[in-house]
């Protein structure tokens, strides 16, 4: 995975999964209703500033997280699909680097929204 293309096809794919998984797809179908292209346009960006060095997303990933109603069982489905995404699609260095930043990221994740649910 060193390409844009590549990257696209990533997110594509995995949302794609997201978005009728029995566990994820209520909490971002809700979330996200119909405006999916912009969010994959997003996220497209996201992973090409992180795994390309492109730098084209310019935000707060976090930020429209920290108020979801989600808990460890949606971080782990959301892992694990990230893996099987990689794992099926991709091989090489930048394929690792995604499945290693993506579990870094939602490890992350967890832990502030949950510090943040704990302080409110």
């Known amino acids: 995975m060193v390409t844009l293309e590549e990257v696209r096809q990533l997110v594509d794919i995995f949302y794609g999964k997201v978005r009728n998984d029995d566990i994820l ?7 996200i209703q119909d405006n999916w292209p ?6 497209y960006r996201f992973w090409q500033t992180v795994l390309l060095g492109e730098h084209t997303y310019y935000g707060s990933p976090l930020a429209p997280h920290i108020k979801l109603p989600v808990q460890g069982t949606h971080f ?9 995404t990689g794992d099926e699609n991709f091989t090489g260095e930048k394929a690792a680097e995604a499945k290693f930043r993506a579990e870094k990221m939602a490890e992350m994740f967890q832990l502030k929204i949950e510090y943040f649910k704990h302080i409110e």
């Open 38 to 43: 912009a969010h994959l346009e997003k996220m």
């Open 76 to 84: 782990d489905r959301w892992k694990q699909l990230f893996m099987e």
């Open 25 to 31: 797809s209520d909490i971002f179908n809700g979330v």
